[in-house]
């Protein structure tokens, strides 16, 4: 089974901090994903990778910035947290850009900025 | 740009009855991929089931399956024989098909969600 993992559970944060939230999966996926859930919204798309150091901008990638140093971890950054970017986040992966493969999730982040 | 809607943020259900939950979307794009995604409080999101535009037959596992009426862009999940594992938040999700340059990676586009409660 594909299992994608996220550093913490849960994170609290002061206003100013920089934030590194961390994902790693350990299918060999070429594809990773970060999402922001919010209540009445859904998920939305903040950045996608397609491999070692790509990395692209997703629907909202403002005040957001990611890497990708190794193919198994994505990290999202957030380089002053703010309190609207209290929020769940999730990461996913998906084996490849140009397969019909699905998407595997990992069990999110809530992240409070306070 | 695709977009997809629930119009349902919150229904319930009696353990062991049917229950249907609705989704729209708008596109453009003739072939693409809609998805339902349960995600329980433990907030590991699960695919429910999937359904190839394409294909006119409807999806069907266990007691989920899905009415896909793609003239009507409209695509919703029946819940059959409900059970209280049942009881979670349930996002329909749309994906173009990986051919599409623009496709940004396979991005997933949600819904809203829906919040289904199951009574005893």
């Known amino acids: 089974d594909v299992k994608v993992t996220q550093s913490s559970r849960y994170l609290v944060k002061r206003t100013g901090e920089k934030v590194f939230l961390e994902c790693v999966q350990d299918?060999?996926?070429?594809?990773m994903f970060w999402y922001r859930q919010d209540p009445g919204l859904g998920l939305r798309l903040i950045y996608f990778s397609y491999d070692v150091k790509m990395k692209e901008k997703g629907d909202i990638p403002e005040g957001y910035s990611v890497s990708r140093e190794k193919k198994e971890r994505f990290s999202l950054i957030l380089e002053s947290a703010s309190t609207n970017q209290t929020s769940m986040y999730l990461c996913?992966?998906?084996?490849?850009?140009?397969?019909?493969?699905?998407?595997?999730f990992g069990p999110g982040t809530r992240l409070t900025v306070t | 740009a695709q977009t997809v809607t629930q119009s349902q943020p919150e229904m319930s259900v009696q353990e062991a009855e049917t229950v249907t939950l609705s989704c729209t979307y708008d596109t453009s794009e003739s072939d693409y991929y809609l998805f339902w995604y349960k995600q329980p409080p433990s907030r590991q999101m699960i695919l429910v089931i999937r359904?190839?535009?394409?294909?006119?037959q409807n999806a069907t596992e266990n007691r989920f399956s899905v009415n896909f009426q793609k003239a009507a862009k409209s695509f919703s999940l029946k819940i059959s024989d409900s059970q209280l594992g049942d009881a979670a938040m349930y996002f329909c999700a749309y994906r173009s098909p990986t051919s599409m340059i623009y496709n940004q990676g396979g991005k997933l586009i949600f819904g809203q969600g829906t919040e289904l409660s199951v009574k005893p």
């Open positions: 359904q190839e535009a394409y294909k006119q």
């Open positions: 996913a992966s998906r084996l490849h850009p140009s397969l019909e493969t699905e998407q595997y």
């Open positions: 299918m060999d996926h070429e594809n």
